[in-house]
C-alpha cells in the first residue's frame, strides 16, 4: 500500500530527524509505529500522508496515492462547528453536494457510537467523544490509508481501551490499511498485526516484528507475550 | 440576582454621586460657570435637546462610517498579510507607524488635503486611521493562529487557499476580530471627536464642537451635557459590540460561555 524507502528528513533547526529509514505497510495490515517520545514517529506520518517532503529518500504507493484519513494525538476539531459539520469537513472541501454529504458524515458518526450527537458542539463533548468525531471525520472521507498520530494519548484508559476496540473493528469492517503511532506497548500489542520500532536521533527502524495470532483480548496470553517481544525490542532498541 | 446587582450597584454610586455633586455645589455656593449642578445641566440639556441630538447624529454618523471602514479596510488588509507574508513583511511598519503617530498631528494635513468643502469625508478618515490598527492586529493575529494540525487536515483533502481561509481561518480570526472591534468602536468615536476638534468652527457641527463653542460662551452646563451624551454615546457603542461578540461566539468560545 505505501512504502518509505531511504528517507532522511533535517528540521529547519538543523537537527538530524531522520536517517535512512525503510518500511512497508501492506494494504489490510494494521501496522503500529512505536518508539519514545521525540524520536520522530510524527514526522514519519506525516510524510507518509504527503504533507512533509523528504530530504532525501521517497514515499511511494502501491496503486496512486490513496485517499488518506489522519488523526492527531490532539482532536483538531473546529471550535466554532457542531460534531456533524466538524465530521463533515473532508467532505465540504471535496465540494460534495449537502445532503449527501451530511448522509454520510451521520453515518460516521453513527459508526463512532455519536449518533444523536450531530449537533453537540465540541466543548460540549468529553475528551473521548471529541476523539470520536476526530475518528468519524477521517472515516467520511471513506479512506483506505489511516494515519493515526497517539490518538488515545491524552485519553483515560477505560476510554482508551473502548476507542482501542472500536478502531479495530472499523479496521475489520472497512478492511483498512492503518500506521498507527503510539509509545504504549500495551496498546499497539493488542492492537496491531506488525510493530515497527524507532530509535530517536537520527530516527530509523530498528525492528520489525509480526505479531502471533490468539491476540483475541489484552490479557490474553499471547498478547502478554507479545509485550514481552516488543518491550525486549525496543530496550534493546534504546540501549543501542 | 447577580445580573441585578450589575446594574443596581453601579446605579446606586451613581444617585450618591449625583447627590452629593448636586449638595456641594449648593452648600459652597461653587458658580455654574466653574461647576454646574446635575440639576443645572439636565436643564441645560432639556433646554439644548434639539440641537444636541442634531450634532450627537452628526459625530455619530461619522464614527459609524469610520467604523465600517476600519472594519472593512482592517479586515481586507489582515486577509492580504494572512495569504503573503512578503506583503505583511513589507507593509506590516507602516501600519504601525500610522498607529503611533498622533492623530491630532495628522489630521490638519488631512483636513487641508481632502478640503473644508467635503469636511465629512476628512472627519471620516481621520477617525477611520484611528480604529483602523485594532482591527488589523485583531484580524492578523486571529487568521495567523489557526490550528497548525487542521491546517495540515485541509492540505491532505486537497483545499484551495480560499477554502482555508472560508473554513479554517476565518472563524478561527472572529473572537479575535471581535474584540480588536470593541477597542475599534470606541476609538472611531474617539477619532471623530479628535476631527471635529482640529476642523474647528464653522465647519463641524457635531457634539465636540458643541463642547468646544460651549466652552467659549462658559455655557459649562451645556458642555455637561454634550459631554454626558457623548460617554452615554461610548457606552452604548461598547455595549452593543459586546452584545455582537457574545452572540456570534455564543455557542463555541470560552470567552462567551456566560452571558453579558
Sequence with gaps: MIALTGIAKRFPNGVEALNDLSFSVNRGEFVSLLGPSGCG?????????????????????????????????????????????????????????RDQADARASTALARVGLAGFERAYPRELSGGMRMRVSIARALAAQPQLLLLDEPFAALDEITR????DDLLKLWREDGLTVLFVTHSVGESSYLSQRMLVMTPRPGRITADIALAVGRDSRLA????????????????AIAE | MKRHADIILPLAVAALLLGAWEGAVAHWQVPAYVLPAPSAI????????????????????????????????????AIAFSQSR???????????????????????????????????????????????????????????????????????????????????????ALPYLLSGMKTAGGLALIGAVVAEFVAGSGTATGLAWRIVESGNRLEIATLFAAL?????????????????????????????????
Excluded at chain 1, 161 to 164: E, R, V
Excluded at chain 2, 58 to 67: D, P
Excluded at chain 2, 134 to 149: E, H, M, R, V
Design chain 1, 221 to 236: 496470553p499471547a498478547t502478554i507475550e507479545a509485550q514481552r517481544v516488543i518491550s525486549g525490542a525496543l530496550n534493546t
Design chain 1, 161 to 164: 481501551n473502548a476507542l482501542g
Design chain 2, 228 to 260: 454626558a451624551l457623548l460617554a452615554l454615546t461610548g457606552v452604548v457603542i461598547f455595549a452593543a459590540l459586546s452584545l455582537l461578540e457574545w452572540w456570534l461566539l455564543r455557542r463555541w468560545h470560552e470567552s462567551a460561555l456566560q452571558a453579558p
Design chain 2, 42 to 77: 439636565a436643564r441645560a440639556f432639556a433646554d439644548n435637546f434639539g440641537s444636541l441630538i442634531e450634532a450627537l447624529a452628526s459625530t455619530l454618523a461619522v464614527t459609524l462610517e469610520a467604523f465600517l471602514a476600519a472594519c472593512v479596510l482592517g479586515i481586507a488588509t
Design chain 1, 41 to 97: 514517529k510524527s514526522t514519519v506520518l506525516r510524510l507518509a500522508a504527503g504533507l512533509l517532503a523528504p530530504d532525501a529518500g521517497a514515499v511511494t504507493y502501491a496503486n496512486g496515492k490513496p485517499q488518506i484519513g489522519f488523526v492527531f494525538q490532539d482532536h483538531t476539531l473546529m471550535p466554532w462547528a457542531d460534531a456533524m459539520t466538524n465530521a463533515r469537513l473532508p467532505l465540504d472541501l471535496k465540494r460534495m453536494p
Design chain 2, 86 to 172: 512578503l506583503l505583511e513583511r513589507t507593509l506590516y511598519p507602516y501600519a504601525v507607524i500610522l498607529q503611533v503617530t498622533p492623530v491630532v498631528a495628522i489630521a490638519p494635513l488631512i483636513l487641508i488635503w481632502v478640503g473644508f468643502e467635503r469636511i465629512n469625508l476628512a472627519l471620516v478618515i481621520i477617525a477611520t486611521i484611528v480604529a483602523f490598527f485594532p482591527i488589523l492586529a485583531g484580524a492578523t493575529l486571529g487568521l495567523k493562529s489557526a490550528d497548525f494540525n487542521l491546517i495540515d487536515l485541509t492540505r491532505l483533502y486537497g483545499a484551495s487557499r480560499l477554502q482555508t481561509l472560508w473554513r479554517i481561518r476565518l472563524p478561527n
